[in-house]
């Protein structure tokens, strides 16, 4: 954002400082006493310029600008140009320079004050004020006050964009999270339940036959160690990320790397051409070429029976194509397409306005060719989204700019009606070039532009313009009478920062072209002499918007790719925590306890058979129970208690849905009491209902109800109970934290 902000304050000074050379290049003579100091003021405008790209804004700049307007200015008006508008751009120069570095109402100060002590020079020296006439300054002030303005609405849209940004990088890694976990979850719970427990079950059945024991325990042990080294491969085992296209538009880049992730072989994506020049592509185009390339990779694996298919991308004026080859089978003599190519391409493709076709490949394999009419809207879209995607929303932004310097060439219109009546039917031009710019500045509100509301919109604006300009008495181009024609800037400046630079640079064109023309067209319009006054008015604020525009679009591509890169490493690393933190929360136990003793039986040192051995099978079946439907509830000293009161004859099941940590909250104290005066009883720990929070634990059949009450008055927080001859139930606390 910030060098996309000085960027277009450099570009600015860079065209002021052409419209003061250029009348050394096509009017003046060398030994023209204006040379020298109209030079010196173009070429610190470029150093300064140059200075702000390099090193960004400082005082020393404004100061330098400063001086060169005091000292240099007068010079020029002691030798006057016709036509000539220098001082005021050196003014401006500076006005827009301390808005950027200082508080409005200074930087505004010091325009008035270096305008009063320019005009008090002039009256010292006896010369003529012709320099700095009412109207430059008005729109000096205006400029300064537009500057500072739009730049802090940019900031400030920054600052609120980022935080959307951010807010939906947290919701996008928490998808990925619950993705992950979910992933983790799922093989976790299988291994243990197919796994883990089928071969528990088989050890502790002493009717089972055993001849195939230890195969089945090696077996079962392979697959605990290799759920186990996805989540404790080191750094350098995991698979890289792979960086997205960053060559290709976005639009183009997304689709790559949607299509990559989904395909079941590898995709290769070759541009034909410069990938920059692929266009970009409308929301629904995108979505149907994805959804068709995607059935082309697919079926290239089904039927192809191919490892790798290639993407192959390229547009012309009027038709994008995508075309997936294969090295395959080949689609045949005589090809037909079924329900997937009819269902997943024609229809889609046929949607948008598109077609496709199965052809063999020469030299064997298949060619899936998809074709989507070229969209020029999508281009407006695509470049209004990109601005609005760096700047945020455009309406402060729009409006900063649109309101100070329509006001100011409001107030010069009246000025110069109040000088010259007669020119009063042109305040009409006026009022019309308010509502362009009200329009404008509306519908950046709103979706953004298209492209039949561009041609409208410079359509009316050139009708406009030729209409102010064929009212314009003579020699009005000259001076501040051809207003009409700079309140064109207005409009243009706002219009064009969010437009694609080929587009901009046509729109601005053709209003160049209209003010070239015109003193063509009628010679008394300018005296026989180059409207370079009015050539600059149109020319010097749009360009900048248009600079500024571009290189926003630009930084945020290069952006948005970064974010990208980002993104995902995050969430691979994030993945690959929250995967073992879930793994280990099922595997704990089976890692530390189950696989040594699998081991043993696999390589002999246990035997299968032994009554140890089903005894101790019955136990780890139990515990690997509990981490099946309540991982994370115990710890080891809990899980320990536990093992001893199931070794004594006792049962104790855990019911799916218990939050992990269990043994840390009033529930695992209460367990941890019930234990010993529940000897050879069956518990049943049940989690919590809907919108309760207690969970349930029953014991059959009950304790002593003096055990119970001692149980309640040591478990150092109250819980609920129900005893009868039959059973005991105890309702306790198990609210988030408690305990």
């Known amino acids: 954002m910030y060098r996309s902000i000085l960027g277009a304050h450099a570009c600015l000074l860079v065209t002021l400082a052409v419209f003061t050379a250029l009348p050394l290049v096509v009017r003046m003579a060398p030994d023209d006493p204006s040379v020298p100091p109209r030079a010196a003021i173009s070429l610190v405008l470029l150093v300064v310029a140059a200075d702000i790209y390099r090193r960004g804004e400082h005082l020393l700049q404004l100061a330098v600008l400063s001086v060169a307007f005091l000292v240099l200015s007068p010079m020029l008006v002691a030798q006057p140009v016709t036509n000539d508008s220098t001082v005021s751009l050196t003014l401006t120069a500076v006005g827009i320079m301390a808005a950027r570095l200082m508080p409005i109402i200074r930087a505004l100060a010091l325009v008035g004050v270096l305008g009063a002590v320019h005009v008090a020079t002039l009256v010292l020296l006896d010369l003529p004020n012709s320099g700095l006439p009412f109207e430059a300054m008005v729109l000096v002030v205006a400029t300064a006050a537009a500057a500072i303005g739009f730049v802090n609405a940019m900031q400030a849209s920054a600052i609120a964009t980022e935080r959307v940004r951010e807010a939906n990088r947290e919701q996008e890694l928490e998808i990925t999270r619950a993705e992950a976990e979910l992933v983790a979850r799922t093989m976790s719970r299988r291994v243990l339940h197919d796994d883990v427990l089928g071969t528990l079950h088989l050890l502790s059945d002493p009717n089972a036959p055993m001849r195939n024991a230890e195969q089945q325990c090696r077996a079962t042990a392979e697959v605990i160690r290799g759920v186990l080294a996805t989540s404790e491969a080191p750094e350098g085992d995991r698979d890289s990320v792979p960086a997205p296209d960053e060559d290709l538009p976005d639009t183009w880049s997304d689709l790559v790397a949607q299509l990559r992730a989904s395909a079941p072989v590898d995709v290769e994506v070759v541009v034909v051409g410069r990938p920059q020049r692929l266009p970009a592509l409308p929301e629904a185009q995108a979505a149907v070429l994805l959804r068709a390339a995607g059935e082309g990779v697919r079926n290239a694996a089904r039927h192809g029976h191919v490892e790798a298919a290639t993407v192959r991308l390229s547009a012309d004026r009027n038709e994008v194509r995508v075309e997936v080859l294969d090295r395959g089978l080949g689609p045949g003599t005589s090809p037909q397409k079924g329900f997937g190519l009819r269902e997943s391409v024609e229809r889609p493709l046929a949607a948008v306005g598109g077609r496709s076709a199965l052809l063999p490949r020469p030299g064997g394999g298949t060619v899936l060719l998809l074709v989507v009419p070229r969209d020029t809207t999508g281009v407006l879209d695509h470049a209004y989204g990109l601005t609005t995607g760096g700047l945020g929303p455009v309406r402060t932004l729009a409006r900063t700019v649109a309101v100070p310097l329509t006001l100011a060439w409001c107030v010069i219109a009246a000025h110069s009606v109040l000088d010259h009546p007669s020119t009063w039917p042109s305040l009409v031009v006026c009022a019309g070039w308010v509502l362009i ?120 591509r290069a952006l948005r790719s970064q974010r990208r890169r980002e993104l995902a490493l995050d969430q691979r690393r994030a993945v690959e925590e929250w995967r073992a933190t879930t793994i280990d929360l099922y595997f704990a136990h089976v890692r530390d306890e189950v696989l040594p003793w699998l081991d043993g039986i696999a390589d002999g040192s246990v035997a299968p058979d032994a009554p140890d051995t089903v005894a101790r099978a019955r136990i780890l079946a139990s515990a690997a129970r509990d981490d099946l439907y309540a991982p994370g509830f115990f710890d080891e000293g809990l899980r320990e208690e536990v093992a001893r009161f199931r070794s004594a004859g006792g049962t104790v099941e855990l019911r799916a849905g218990l939050e992990p940590g269990g043994h840390q909250r009033t529930v695992g104290r209460v367990l941890r009491g019930l234990l010993p005066i529940a000897t050879g009883r069956r518990i049943i720990v049940t989690p919590p209902a809907a919108q309760e929070g207690k969970v349930r634990i029953a014991v059959v059949p009950a304790p002593l109800a003096a055990d119970i009450d001692r149980l309640h008055d040591g478990a150092g927080t109250g819980f609920d109970s129900d005893v009868d001859d039959f059973r005991a139930v105890l309702l306790v606390d198990d609210l988030p934290g408690s305990g």
């Not at 969010?498 to 300018?526: F, H, K, M, Y």
Request: glycine share 10%; hydrophobic share 55%.
């Open 437 to 556: 710019t009200a329009s404008i500045v509306r519908r950046l509100e709103g979706p953004g532009p298209d492209a039949r509301w561009v041609v409208l919109v410079v359509g009316a604006s050139t009708v406009l313009q030729v209409v102010g300009i064929s009212l314009l008495p003579d020699g009005a181009m000259l001076d501040f009478r051809s207003w009409s024609i700079g309140m064109c800037a207005v409009p243009l400046s706002v219009l064009v920062l969010s437009l694609p630079l080929p587009v901009g640079l046509v729109v601005l064109l053709l209003q160049v072209l209209v003010v070239v023309v015109a003193p063509q067209v009628e010679p008394d319009l300018t005296n026989g002499l180059f409207p370079w006054g009015s050539l600059n008015s149109v020319i010097t604020p749009p360009v900048p918007a248009l600079v500024l525009g571009t290189l926003i679009r630009r930084q945020g």
